[in-house]
């Protein structure tokens, strides 16, 4: 079955500064890629996704790289603000007909200092 | 409603009783999921239906647990003789026709003391 690996479990930068998230996939056949942002006690909200159509995907200050050769995928936030202090979950899925499961990364803790 | 609901959002209970929540998914979903997420860890699969049809459940599912969801609608996820390692958040998706519709509730944290 498909396991997904995250790191960094915490990341602390200063405002304004670039963070990256980095995770990778065991299982190939994986095609749909979202990333998750959860402030404490609050659901997962999706913030971007990628198929594995699809090379590199942005929004705004957010983006998302995937390299299917190598089964990494990459968060990437630039300009941080404090309101981006959360944790960050990737996930990995097969989307077909079937089961549809996430399988979700282990988290990383963003810190965003003023 | 546009979102998935889940009730009670909070639930205390002393080992050893059970517990009951409920799932309201987006009314046109067909497909409906619950996780378990314990502190500092991801969301976990427990067990997924497609309309009525339990269709996968994870080895998480111990026989302390069950799921259903009657009429293809709400579904409700109980847990029998609570443990103190059942104490976590769970949470509810649901998923309609493509991949970025999946939505997931507010969760239900459960503490057992």
């Known amino acids: 079955g498909e396991n997904v690996e995250q790191h960094p479990s915490t990341l602390s930068v200063q405002e304004g500064d670039s963070a990256v998230i980095k995770c990778t996939y065991s299982?190939?056949?994986?095609?749909?890629f979202p990333w998750y942002k959860q402030e404490l006690g609050k659901r997962p909200q999706l913030i971007i996704d990628i198929r594995s159509n699809v090379g590199e995907k942005k929004d705004q200050r957010i983006a998302v790289t995937l390299n299917k050769t190598a089964k990494h995928f990459s968060l990437h936030i630039t300009e941080t603000q404090p309101e981006d202090s959360a944790v960050y979950f990737c996930a990995a899925i097969l989307f077909s007909g079937g089961y549809n499961k996430l399988i979700f990364g282990a988290g990383t803790r963003l810190a965003v200092h003023p | 409603d546009t979102g998935v609901s889940q009730d009670p959002r909070h639930k205390i209970t002393k080992r050893g009783q059970n517990v009951t929540f409920r799932c309201d998914p987006i009314s046109e979903h067909n497909r409906l999921y619950w996780y378990r997420q314990t502190l500092g860890q991801g969301p976990e699969f427990l067990t997924y239906f497609q309309n009525e049809a339990q269709l996968e459940k994870s080895r998480l599912l111990s026989d302390r647990f069950s799921a259903e969801r009657p009429k293809g609608s709400f579904s409700t996820l109980e847990i029998q003789r609570t443990e103190q390692g059942d104490s976590a958040m769970y949470l509810c998706?649901?998923?309609?026709?493509?991949?970025?519709?999946?939505?997931f509730g507010s969760g239900t944290r459960l503490t057992v003391v």
């Open positions: 998706a649901s998923l309609g026709g493509d991949v970025d519709g999946y939505t």
């Open positions: 299982d190939s056949a994986s095609n749909y």
